[in-house]
Antibody, heavy 119, light 108 residues
Framework: EVQLVESGGGLVQPGKSLRVSCAVSGFAVTTYSMNWVRQAPGKGLEWVSVVHAGGGTHYADSVRGRFTISRDSSKNTVDLQMNSLRVDDTAVYYC?????????????WGQGTLVTVSS | SYVLTQPPSVSVAPGKTARITCGGNNIGTKSVHWYQHKPGQAPVMVIYSNSDRPSGIPERFSGSNSGNPATLIISRVEVGDEADYYCQVWERGSDHPLFGGGTKLTVL
């Protein structure tokens, strides 16, 4: 069964760092593109970052230079290292696999982990 | 930059048909995907590539994209369909995807 389970969320002060992780079962993280998508309180879904099967990475403008996505094939996990956190990074962070050929979609998704940035 | 526009809310009575729209420039030339998101749960893909339905999604869910806007259609709406619905596009050659702002479906 394919399953994605996020962990590592919590309360952190502005300017500090936090690392969230996505544990994957049912497939190897190196065989699909893996993404982080977030939802701020009362807001919609916002894509954050992707690590492609080939290893390439991309970031949303709002997090580029502060967040780093990585994967560990031995643990079958995908991590998001978040530095210089801001209040507006407060959100539920979801891990999601993307698939497709000419167009890409997200399926499945994890349950999410809440990151709260506050002093 | 490209923008996907959804109505903030749609209301429908049980048993009726709900139509949730997703507008964008030349959206008929893109593949649109749709997600259902209930509070406290993981988002679930209900339609991909405009009109394809993943396994396990009821036939009541369908999609069309023959022009502006793309549309998610939910037939014989049930109380359990109450959720936020998002459209999304991500074309090959683009380095990032885009979500619509979301539509809250209320079943009266």
């Amino acid at each position: 069964e394919v399953q994605l389970v996020e962990s590592g969320g919590g309360l952190v002060q502005p300017g500090k760092s936090l690392r969230v992780s996505c544990a994957v079962s049912g497939f190897a993280v190196t065989t699909y593109s893996m993404n982080w998508v977030r939802q701020a309180p009362g807001k919609g879904l916002e894509w954050v970052s992707v690590v492609h099967a080939g290893g390439g990475t991309h970031y949303a403008d709002s997090v580029r230079g502060r967040f780093t996505i990585s994967r560990d094939s031995s643990k079958n996990t995908v991590d998001l290292q978040m530095n210089s956190l801001r209040v507006d990074d407060t959100a539920v962070y979801y891990c999601a696999r993307s698939s497709g050929w000419d167009s890409f979609w997200f399926d499945p998704w994890g349950q999410g982990t809440l990151v709260t940035v506050s002093s | 930059s490209y923008v996907l526009t959804q109505p903030p809310s749609v209301s429908v009575a049980p048993g009726k048909t709900a139509r949730i729209t997703c507008g964008g420039n030349n959206i008929g030339t893109k593949s649109v995907h749709w997600y259902q998101h209930k509070p406290g749960q993981a988002p679930v893909m209900v339609i991909y590539s405009n009109s394809d339905r993943p396994s396990g999604i009821p036939e009541r869910f369908s999609g069309s994209n023959s022009g502006n806007p793309a549309t998610l259609i939910i037939s014989r709406v049930e109380v359990g369909d109450e959720a936020d619905y998002y459209c999304q596009v991500w074309e090959r050659g683009s380095d990032h995807p885009l979500f619509g702002g979301g539509t809250k479906l209320t079943v009266l």
